[in-house]
C-alpha cells in the first residue's frame, strides 16, 4: 500500500475549511509581524532621539499603563533591549509564515486546490 492510499479522501467542504484555517493563520501572522514592525519602528525613532541627549536629563516610560519618571541612562539600554526582542520575534514570526505558506502550498497541489481572486 502507498502512503497516499493510506490517507482518507477529504470531501470538498473539509478541504475548503482546511484551506480557510490556512489563510486566517498566515493572516495572523502578518498582522503581527506588522503590529511588531510598527513597534520596532516606534523604538528606532525613540532611541534615535534620546541618544544624543545628556543621561541624566529626565524622561518619562509608559510602563503597564503607568507613567513613570526615568533618566536617559535607565530608559537607553532597556529600549535598546526590547528592540532587540521585537527584531528576533519578527524575523522567528516570519520563519514561520514562510513555513505555514510553504505548508500550504503543498497542500493546496497535493489537492489540486486554486484558490480563486477576489
Request: net charge negative; glycine share 2%.
Given at each position: 500500500m502507498s502512503s497516499a492510499s493510506k490517507e482518507p479522501q477529504l470531501?470538498?467542504?473539509?478541504?475548503r475549511i482546511a484551506a480557510n484555517q490556512y489563510g486566517?493563520?498566515?493572516?495572523?501572522?502578518?498582522?503581527?509581524?506588522?503590529?511588531?514592525?510598527l513597534q520596532l519602528d516606534e523604538h528606532?525613532?525613540?532611541?534615535k532621539t534620546m541618544s544624543p541627549m545628556p543621561?541624566?536629563?529626565k524622561c518619562f516610560r509608559l510602563i503597564n499603563g503607568v507613567l513613570?519618571?526615568?533618566t536617559v541612562?535607565?530608559?537607553?539600554?532597556?529600549?535598546?533591549?526590547?528592540?532587540e526582542g521585537i527584531s528576533k520575534t519578527i524575523e522567528q514570526l516570519t520563519?514561520?509564515?514562510r513555513s505555514k505558506?510553504?505548508?500550504?502550498?503543498?497542500f493546496q497541489q497535493k489537492n489540486h486546490i486554486r484558490i480563486a481572486s477576489a
Open positions: 470531501s470538498e467542504q473539509e478541504l486566517n493563520e498566515l493572516k495572523a501572522i502578518a498582522s503581527k509581524i506588522g503590529e511588531l514592525e528606532n525613532l525613540v532611541i543621561e541624566d536629563r513613570v519618571e526615568r541612562r535607565e530608559v537607553l539600554p532597556a529600549l535598546k533591549t526590547n528592540k520563519t514561520q509564515y505558506d510553504k505548508e500550504f502550498a503543498e
